[in-house]
């Protein structure tokens, strides 16, 4: 298990995480989501003991970062965002190398699977300098499993990536959280609704949202929203003057998405309003809250 009680982190006056607590368990991939400076590049960087909070505690399998902190590495496996490699070795020298800093004894044999787990054999020729980008993302995967921790916590793990690229690094990170404890942080909300169980949203230092995707985007924020296509032109300040209804935008064409307040259900005001101002409602449609459009209103 991962715990994260009451973490703060102060640079000078800045105050990068204000308060910060968490639990994660076997099992859980879980998605960090933040805008940049929100503070989750800070946390990760607690979680892995490269820095030391301000205030708080953080253990990871029992193991806390200020007492045991060589014990808590010997648990996770970390991928930073720009991903250190050196270059000039190939993928089996480089992962030996790897092994070696850890101690492992069955180094050909961990080799050897993180290789076939990361899908790294047809690119077993060349130096690591000479990958595409999505092969050494698997390179850096494959360094940071290595060692079979228990926690893996990745910083933008398909950040560059192609589609293909992304589904394959994908499924690696899936097969990964079934027994294991995953980490990552991303800008990216189809990676989270593909890959996480879980998002926690951090905003200013703060957590401002913990709960699963489809959690998270019933939860209606800002109220139920239609979208409205109508058989000519309309009167946007009339739309706005119908009960309930306090936000319009004109979307294209003859096409408006109205918000309304709260859970209320504009759908039959809107159809009476439309005869009776001779209009015709072709298609009217409530839209499905979308995780990206709950990140925005939580971090705004």
């Known amino acids: 298990m991962i715990t994260v009680s009451n973490v703060t982190k102060r640079y000078g006056e800045q105050l990068a995480l204000d308060n910060v607590s968490f639990n994660i ?109 999505g092969y050494r993302q698997r390179v850096g995967l494959a360094q940071a499993m290595i060692h079979d921790p228990e926690v893996l916590i990745l910083d933008e793990p398909t950040t560059g990536l192609d589609p293909n ?6 499924r690696v990170i899936r097969n990964v959280g079934k027994t294991k404890i995953v980490l990552l942080s991303t800008h990216i909300m189809q990676e989270v609704e593909a890959m996480c169980s879980r998002a926690i949203i951090i905003n200013h230092g703060k957590i401002v949202a913990d709960n699963s995707a489809t959690e998270l985007k019933s939860q209606e924020l800002s109220g139920n929203r239609y979208t409205v296509e109508f058989d000519g032109a309309v009167d946007i300040d009339k739309l706005r003057h119908i009960e309930g209804v306090i936000k319009v935008q004109h979307l294209q064409g003859h096409t408006y998405s109205l918000q309304a307040k709260g859970d209320t259900d504009i759908r039959k005001r809107l159809f009476q309003w ?9 298609t009217i449609q409530k839209e499905q809250e979308s995780l990206e459009h709950v990140f925005q209103q939580l971090t705004h």
């Open 274 to 282: 439309a005869v009776d101002q001779h209009y015709t409602v072709l």
């Open 25 to 133: 368990e076997p099992g859980e991939i879980v998605g960090l989501l933040g805008p940049n400076g929100a503070g989750k590049s800070t946390l990760m960087k607690i979680i892995t003991c490269f820095i030391p909070p301000s205030d708080g505690e953080v253990t990871v399998c029992g193991h806390s970062i200020f007492d045991a902190p060589q014990e808590v590495c010997r648990h996770i496996g970390y991928l930073p965002e720009h991903n250190p490699l050196y270059t000039e070795m190939y993928i089996p020298e480089f992962l030996q190398f790897i092994a070696g800093t850890y101690g492992l004894r069955n180094v050909k044999e961990r080799v050897e699977a993180m290789i076939q787990l990361t899908g790294l054999t047809p690119e077993l020729g060349k130096r690591i300098g000479a990958l595409s980008k």
């Open 165 to 170: 690229q992304l589904e394959e690094i994908r």
